[in-house]
């Protein structure tokens, strides 16, 4: 993993996901069939939207993951607090083929960590009805209310 750069911006570069996120929907779509009716909900633009609005009243952050020698961005994970210092690890995302590197469990402990340096009150995520397969690796984390959707 010596090869990934772990970098955090903020909102104002949020476009920067936009072709990885696109891949996280088609990843949704072929795993779960409720996610297809509703993935107008999830289209990057209404998304972007979304964390856009919650950085406005909360604070967001956008960690990436970066290969440094192919110079492409790998992964993404958002996370957010609201103004009520409720947490939730909003979306993640690793490119197939460097899964099960570390990347996603690195994601998790920068997110966390912010978290618990924010005294947030709860954390949560929101999981895809048909992704359930998911819960084994957030579960690692033992510190979240799942909402399966």
């Not at 779509?29 to 509703?38: G, P």
């Not at 996603?104 to 709860?122: P, T």
Request: include cysteine; hydrophobic fraction near 40%; aromatic fraction near 10%.
């Amino acid at each position: 993993m010596s090869e990934v750069e772990f970098v955090e911006v903020n909102e104002k570069d949020i476009d920067i996901i936009g072709p990885l996120w696109e891949k996280l929907i088609e990843h949704l779509q072929l795993n779960s069939e409720d996610f297809t009716n509703r993935l107008s909900q999830h289209d990057f633009q209404t998304r972007k939207k979304d964390i856009l609005n919650k950085a406005e009243s909360g604070a967001v952050r956008i960690d990436l993951a970066r290969n440094l020698t192919q110079d492409q961005l790998i992964g993404f994970c958002i996370s957010s607090i609201t103004k009520d210092n409720e947490a939730e690890i909003d979306a993640i995302y690793v490119e197939d083929r460097y899964q099960r590197l570390g990347i996603g469990d690195k994601f998790m402990k920068k997110a966390l960590f912010w978290m618990d340096a924010k005294s947030v009150k709860a954390k949560k995520i929101i999981i895809t009805s048909g992704n359930e397969k998911i819960i084994a690796f957030y579960s690692r984390y033992g510190l979240f209310q799942y909402i399966v959707m």
